[in-house]
């Protein structure tokens, strides 16, 4: 008792019963806090942004997914958004896929922002999540008409500057990933239907010159990278089919580096199965690799506004599906690259917002069940 009062000792033990009052209060705050947490997370998990996972927390590969029953790599072109907040949409990626082409931010207008200013961070992202998956990953695209941006448009300079800013520029994106990323779309769309090339700024101010430059520059700046040329439209066009053929023959001919021809083949259930398989055999005569590289399968092409994804539709579809792997499946097995969907589920493809219209291309529906056009991908690989 010594040096404490009756009166020290009352204010004690009101203290201690404040304390352990103010602790009953804690407590019971704790609990309404945790609950209240737990309901906002709850509503909250779909659009929170999710890490890259660590190794040990990753999804194990489903075993029937296509990248465990396929003999050539598949692939989807990836929404950097949906990849982050998305739980269903990366889940799916990461059980289906063993590799990934970055649907936009590997363009050079959402990668340049100006003469020696870049955007690296969405790149880097989808390159760590892909090697933290165990997945290739295919860089699209370093030049392509539809992707300059307005300091490229813009720029002023005689022909050995607008050499410059195109070495600078690829030379930079292809150095930063170098190791990382195994291929690339080096020119994209650059022949017309009818066979000519296209105009761009680069052919307006270096000249033709500017194909065999893309490839020089990037075989500089990453000597073990595949270098692809990617187009569209060579199952409907002969006229561009041939030019392609042309154009890679002339690289290789004078020994410009290419290793492969991506085939985009955006197309749909009333083309024929003959043009779809033409156009794959035709562009393996080059000896190049051949990646299926932006495929999807529109079932309403007559851009109809009132249709409905029934039964036949759906057929149709499987069979586009079914006769296209067969077709890479038939080549020898150095030459297939891999295949590509353009989206992994319905609801996130390019075609209904580009066309105007409903339409359900991709092999996922909208709640990332598997379609028919997955079983025909399965029927093709038999
Ligand atoms: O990210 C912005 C967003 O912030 C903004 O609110 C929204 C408003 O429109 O635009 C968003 O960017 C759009 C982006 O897609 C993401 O949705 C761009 O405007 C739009 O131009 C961009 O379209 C892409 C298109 O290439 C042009 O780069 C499509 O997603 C993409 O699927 C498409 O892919 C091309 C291949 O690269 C080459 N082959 C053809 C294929 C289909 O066109």
Redesign the pocket.
Known sequence: MTGISINQKESYSQLISITRMNSHYKINFFWILLLFSSVLFACKTEDAVIPIPKPDTIVPPDTTGLRKVSPFPFGA?L?I?LLKTKAIYRSTVIKEFNSLTP??VM?M??ISLGRGQYKWDDADYLVSFAQQNAMRVHG??LV?Y??TPDWVTNFAGTKEDWKLILHEYIVAVVGRYKGKISSWDVL??AIMDDGTFRDCVWLQHIGIEYIDLCFQYAREADPNVLLFY?E?GTEYSSAKRTAVNKLVADLKGRSVPIDGIGL?M?TSISRANSDIQNAIAVAAQTGLKIHIS?FDIKVNPDKLQDIIFNATLAAAQKEKYRITVKALLDLPASQRYGFTF??VCDTNS?IPA?YGCPDWPLPFDSNYKRKDAYSGLLEGLK
């Open positions: 072109a929404s958004d649907e936009n363009k207008k959402n699209h695209a392509w539809k992707s994209n769309e990617n569209y985009q955006h932006e353009w989206g390019w580009e």
